[in-house]
C-alpha cells in the first residue's frame, strides 16, 4: 500500500474560488446560484485542457460518518478484515450519490455547461486509492436539465455516423491504475480504436478538475456506457436495451433492459457448445443472433493489449430489437495494455483446454512429474486465475473458430488491423500525440498527488509503450501461427502482399481494408505493405471511381483471375498487385 498510498501536495498550486448564493426574503427563497472563478496568479496564460469544477458540501465528500470519498466509519466497523486491502470496506466502495454543482470550461474559458447534479465513487479495486474516479449524473431531481448538453468529445458522432453527440446523461472523471503510470493505457486503448473497430468504445478527452476549489489533477474524461450510450449512439429508444455484463450472461449480470434479457445470450451460447460449429447452417444461424464482425474486433483488442482481464470480466454485451437485434460488445478498463508484450493472450482468449490438459501439456513438454506440477500450480494459483482457463469462459471463440468460414474471417481480420491501425508507426504516433496533450499539465499534477514518481518516469512509461508497440505485431504474429498449427489448422506461414495503388480512376479493398488515404497505414504512399497468413486466402476488390470502370488486374495474379472485379486469391510467398482502372463510356 506504500506504493499507492496518499501523498502530501508540494508547493503551491493553483485554486479556484466558488461563491453559492441565494436569495430569501420572508419565507421565500431562490435557487442556488454556483459560480467557479479562476483568479489564481499562477492561472494567467490559462490551463492547456479543459476543466471541470466541482462544488459540493465538504461533508459529503469527508465527513467520518458519510463522506464517500474517505475510508470513514465503514473501515473501522470491519478493521479485521483479511481480504485484499483494496476491496477493504469503507465509505468510498458505497454507490451513495451526493449532490454537487457541476460546471465545464474549454481551455479558452468558455463555459459549456453549468448545473446541479449527482455524483458517486466509480470502480472496483481504484476506489482505495487515492485519487479517485467520479461517476456525473445530470438528473431531474437536481436541475430542469436531465443531460449535460455540449460538444464534449469534438468529433463523436451519433448512431447514424453523421450527427455529433451532444447530450449525456452520465460523464465519467476516470482515474484507474494507469495515473500512477503513463494515464494513457486504457485511454489510447479506446480512442485510437473508437472508429475502426467495430466494439463499442468510450471517448476519451484529458482534463482538470478541482473540488470545491482546490486543485485536485488530470482526470480522463470518458463517457459511461449504458442504455443511454446506446440510444444516442444508435438513435434508436432507451427502452428496448437490453445490455449484460460477463460471458456466461447470468440473470445477476443484467445491466438493463426486460426481465430475462440474458437468457437469450446464454442460450446463444449454449447453441454454439452443443452444436457443430463446422455445420454451415449452425453457423448461419449464429450470424442472425451476433454480430460476428464485433465479437472479432472485440476479441482482437484485448489480444492485442495483452491484458487478460477481459476474459471473466469487463466485456458486455448488447442488443436491441431495435436495431437489428443481434448482440453486439463493449469492453472496459484496459488499464493492463501496452504492457506485457509476450503476453500469449490468443491462446488465453482462445483457451480449449483444462487446467490438467495444460499441465499435461506441460509435462510432455517439459518431462516433468504431472502430480508435482499441478501441486506447484494449485499452490501458486487462486480460484480466479484458474476460472479464468477453464474453457466455459472462452466457448464461443473456440467454437467458432472450428468453423471454416469464421476461421479465415478471424485471421484475415487480425492481420488487416495488424497491418493498419496496430502498424508500429501509425499506433505509435496516436500515443505520442495523446502524451503530448498532458504534458504541459503532469508537473502540477505530480506535484498534488506524487504520481507518476516524475516526469522523467513518465516519460519512461511512453517510451515502454512505445516499444510494445514497436513489438508486439511480430509477436502476435507467431502466437497466432502457433495457435492454429497446434490445432493442425490450415495456416502455414506468413508472407508479404504488396500493392501498388491506383493513382487514378479507383482504389483496392483488402478483406475488410479500404485502401484509401483516410484508412490507418495508407495515407499518400502509392505502394501499401501487408503481412498476411499463407494458407488463408484473401479477398481482393478493384472498386472504381464513379464515370471509372476496372479494367484488370496486374501482377502476381493468376491469368483466370485478371478480369474479375473480385477475386479470392491464395498465395505462398511474397507477391505484388495492382489494379487497372479505365474511363467509363456513356452508357457504361
Keep these: 500500500t506504500d506504493i499507492w498510498g496518499w501523498k502530501p501536495p508540494k508547493g503551491k498550486l493553483p485554486g479556484a474560488t466558488t461563491v453559492r448564493a441565494i436569495a430569501s426574503q420572508a419565507n421565500f427563497s431562490s435557487q442556488v446560484y454556483t459560480h467557479t472563478y479562476f483568479i489564481d496568479p499562477q492561472l494567467r496564460d490559462g490551463f492547456p485542457l479543459a476543466v471541470f469544477a466541482l462544488s459540493t458540501a465538504p461533508e459529503n465528500l469527508f465527513a467520518y460518518e458519510k463522506g464517500i470519498y474517505v475510508p470513514g466509519i465503514i473501515y473501522d466497523q470491519n478493521i479485521g478484515y483479511e481480504g485484499n486491502w483494496m476491496s477493504h470496506p469503507a465509505n468510498y466502495q458505497s454507490n451513495h450519490e451526493i449532490p ?46 436531465n443531460a449535460f448538453y455540449h460538444n464534449i468529445f469534438n468529433g463523436s458522432a451519433g448512431g447514424d455516423n453523421t450527427s455529433a453527440v451532444n447530450e449525456f446523461r452520465r460523464l465519467l472523471l476516470r482515474s484507474g491504475q494507469s495515473l ?27 482534463v482538470i478538475h ?10 480522463n474524461l470518458r463517457e459511461v456506457f449504458d ?18 455484463e460477463g460471458p456466461l450472461a447470468y440473470d445477476s449480470q443484467q445491466k438493463a433492459g426486460p426481465e430475462g434479457g440474458s437468457r437469450d445470450f446464454r442460450e446463444l451460447l449454449q447453441f454454439v457448445e452443443r452444436r457443430d460449429m463446422r455445420d454451415p447452417d449452425n453457423f448461419a444461424r449464429v450470424q442472425q443472433l451476433m454480430d460476428i464482425d464485433s465479437f472479432i474486433d472485440y476479441n482482437i483488442l484485448r489480444i492485442y493489449s495483452a491484458d487478460p482481464d477481459g476474459v471473466t470480466k469487463h466485456l458486455a454485451m448488447w442488443k436491441s430489437a431495435d436495431h437489428d437485434g443481434r448482440w453486439r460488445w463493449h469492453t472496459w478498463d484496459l488499464d493492463n495494455a501496452l504492457m506485457f508484450v509476450n503476453n500469449d493472450t490468443m491462446t488465453f482468449y482462445a483457451n480449449d483446454k483444462t487446467v490438467q ?68 508507426e501509425v499506433y505509435s504516433s496516436a500515443l505520442i500525440q495523446a502524451a503530448q496533450v498532458i504534458e504541459e499539465e503532469l508537473p502540477r499534477h505530480i506535484d498534488r498527488w506524487g504520481y507518476p514518481f516524475s516526469i522523467r518516469y513518465w516519460r519512461s512509461q511512453i517510451n515502454q509503450h512505445i516499444d510494445f508497440i514497436n513489438r508486439r505485431p511480430e ?69 472504381p471511381k464513379p464515370g471509372w470502370k476496372f479494367t484488370a488486374w496486374t501482377g502476381d495474379i493468376p491469368q483466370n483471375q485478371r478480369e474479375n472485379q473480385t477475386i479470392t486469391l491464395s498465395f505462398q510467398k511474397d507477391i505484388q498487385i495492382s489494379a487497372d482502372f479505365s474511363k467509363a463510356t456513356e452508357r457504361e
Design 227 to 244: 442504455e443511454n450510450y446506446i440510444a444516442s449512439h444508435y438513435s434508436i429508444p432507451v427502452e428496448g436495451v437490453i445490455i449484460v
Design 210 to 219: 478541482f473540488i470545491n476549489g482546490e486543485y485536485w489533477g488530470i482526470k
Design 357 to 424: 490438459e495444460h499441465l499435461m501439456t506441460q509435462k510432455s513438454e517439459e518431462d516433468q512429474n504431472y502430480s508435482d506440477v499441478l501441486a506447484m500450480i494449485s499452490d501458486d494459483l487462486n480460484a480466479a486465475v484458474q476460472a479464468v482457463k477453464a474453457p466455459r469462459y472462452t466457448a464461443l471463440l473456440t467454437g467458432l473458430l472450428q468453423n471454416h468460414a469464421f476461421r479465415r474471417r478471424f485471421i484475415n481480420r487480425f492481420a488487416d488491423v495488424l497491418n493498419s491501425l496496430y502498424r508500429p
Design 475 to 543: 509477436i502476435l504474429r507467431r502466437h497466432i501461427l502457433d495457435y492454429f498449427r497446434t490445432r493442425k489448422m490450415e495456416i502455414r506461414g506468413t508472407a508479404q502482399i504488396g500493392i501498388d495503388l491506383p493513382t487514378q480512376g479507383g482504389s483496392i479493398r483488402i478483406n475488410s481494408l479500404s485502401l484509401i488515404p483516410e484508412t490507418p497505414s495508407v495515407g499518400d504512399q502509392t505502394n501499401w505493405q501487408g503481412i498476411y497468413f499463407t494458407g488463408i486466402p484473401i479477398e481482393l476488390e478493384a472498386v
Design 180 to 206: 500512477f503510470r503513463s494515464h494513457l493505457q486504457d485511454a489510447i486503448s479506446h480512442a485510437h480504436a473508437h472508429s475502426f473497430l467495430k466494439v463499442d468504445l468510450l471517448r476519451y478527452r484529458p
Design 100 to 145: 454537487v454543482h457541476i460546471a465545464f470550461f474549454e481551455p479558452d474559458g468558455y463555459q459549456g455547461f453549468s448545473q446541479e447534479g449527482g455524483m458517486r465513487i466509480h470502480g472496483g479495486w481504484s476506489r482505495a486509492q487515492p485519487i479517485k474516479s467520479l461517476r456525473l449524473y445530470a438528473r431531474k431531481t437536481y436541475s430542469i436539465n
